[in-house]
Nanobody, 124 residues
């Protein structure tokens, strides 16, 4: 069983920054892509960013491109989401997820394990 635990969320003013972390259990973390998704109240869960198993390739939603970066430390079973220039519309619960393959994907159906989420609130 894989467990994912997010941390680093909180309340920040617009144009501020936050760094989310996701710690994974298990010995096969380095074999799978990892992704970040978010869900705002009343909205569908949407793709934010993903990273391939070795960190070689990253993908971003257009809405966060240029502001967010994703990285991973396979030695520590951890994936990160650095969020800069935050906007009120970035307010959501952020979830990390493990991909079903080593290649990053945008669809939530390409991920099999999910964390419980961490709240990010951006005030204007």
């Amino acid at each position: 069983q894989v467990q994912l635990v997010e941390s680093g969320g909180g309340l920040v003013q617009a144009e501020g920054s936050l760094r989310l972390s996701c710690a994974a259990s298990g010995r096969t973390f380095g074999s799978y892509a990892m992704g970040w998704f978010r869900q705002a109240p009343g909205k569908e869960r949407e793709f934010v960013a993903s990273i391939t198993w070795n960190g070689g390739t990253t993908y971003f939603a257009d809405s966060v491109k240029g502001r967010f970066t994703i990285s991973r430390d396979n030695a520590k079973n951890t994936v990160f989401l650095q969020m800069n220039s935050l906007r009120p519309e970035d307010t959501a619960v952020y979830y990390c997820a493990r991909g079903i393959t080593g290649v990053g994907a945008r669809s939530r159906y390409e991920y099999d394990y999910w964390g419980q989420g961490t709240q990010v609130t951006v005030s204007s």
